[in-house]
């Protein structure tokens, strides 16, 4: 069961059934996420700080919108696997 343990995902126990049909209209959209994740590069970057982790995700989320998923939730990050 992926909901216990350090291994739990809420993302997987409440959205594997959606993301295996490759449905992804529900919840925050990439969009917004490349916003915030924007944001906390862009800080990061004022404050002399290094998110390597924060940058590589951003780029799997422009990888997404590339795609035509900007508007996909976040759980369309699988969608990037598949093609």
Known sequence: M???GA???WQMQNRHATMAENRFDFGFAVDWMRKD???CLST???NGASLPVTA???QFYKEVQGMGGGRWD???LIARLRR
């Open 44 to 46: 990061a970057n004022e």
């Open 7 to 9: 291994a739990g995902s």
């Open 56 to 58: 590589l995700v951003d």
């Open 74 to 76: 976040t759980s369309s």
């Open 37 to 39: 994740l924007g944001i």
């Open 2 to 4: 992926i909901s216990q």
